[in-house]
């Protein structure tokens, strides 16, 4: 397949989405959120990054979503996580017009779904249109399940990922996971990934393709047990995604806990930013405030937490997520 995805306007390009130098976005308080290192890769985007999946499509009307992203980059998020397969390519298109004038206050990650070599192709092609950019800052291949999988993405996507990343179409190459945290570790042992997203929570989410019977949810098949410690012996860029479960964990009450708790979790672990859907202008505020004066949790409160959520709902979130695609 013929694409020229190298001879564009490019070379002028590559400077203006070299983003992640520069100083994060200014939040509409006068401060910027926190920022860390993305692994090896030189990049440090905000702690909270922006959702862009099915809860963006929540907000319904492309104005109001568009509404939500601006106010995102005005609070200080500097990460947008979007893919080819979010809200029917809605969300490509979204975030491509909410940043087209800001290109340079966001790292910018966006998702193949296809397994096909072909279709990778022409989908990323779609991408830098959509997004209205020459250069996109990470791209995943989206959803890794199990071993058959991944034997299908080493066929075909992962080979178009590769050739992305060597003519600079995108800077970064990664993978994600909601489920199967040992095929996961076995891809990330297995390739030269620069950063991974996986399912990171206090539930313990995760359950390996071994451990497929219902009884069997212990805390040690987790992404944070299996998969987590591989992508950090690997200086690899982690990102955490299903940090409230999708809002199943957030609540007041036994098994619940308050959004803070939550990102406190998640951002206690070696991960660089925790990738989070927020449907209401009102959450999005709120998980910003929570970000934003975010502290480390000790070891023994990491347990209590996890102690308490995982029980109630590991097995549920097991389930709920188990060959789950955002879209």
Known sequence: MSLDLTRRRFLGGVAAVAATGSPPARGESGSSLPVRQ???????PSVLAMGCGS??????????????????????????????????????????KAIADRRRDVFLATKIATRDYDEAMRRTEESLRKLQTDQIDLIHIHSLKGADDLAAIE?????????????????FAGITSHSYPDVLATALERHDFDCTQMALNAAMQGRSENSRDPVAHAREDSFETVALPVAVRKGMGVLAMKVTGQDALVGSGPGKAGIESLLRYALTLP?????????????LRENVAAARNVEPLTAAAMRSLSDDLAGKHKLAMDLRFHCHVDA
Do not use: H
């Open 271 to 283: 991960v660089t930013s925790a990738v989070v859907g927020m449907p209401t202008l009102e959450q």
């Open 38 to 44: 993305l692994g090896g890769t030189g990049a440090e």
């Open 55 to 96: 809860r963006l499509s929540m907000y319904g009307s492309e104005d109001e979503g568009l509404e939500a992203l601006e106010l995102a980059l005005d609070l200080g998020i500097t990460y947008f996580d979007t893919a080819q397969s979010y809200g029917r390519g809605n969300s490509e298109a979204w975030v491509g």
């Open 155 to 171: 066929a075909g996507s992962l080979r178009a990922l590769w050739r992305l990343r060597d003519e600079k179409v995108c800077r």
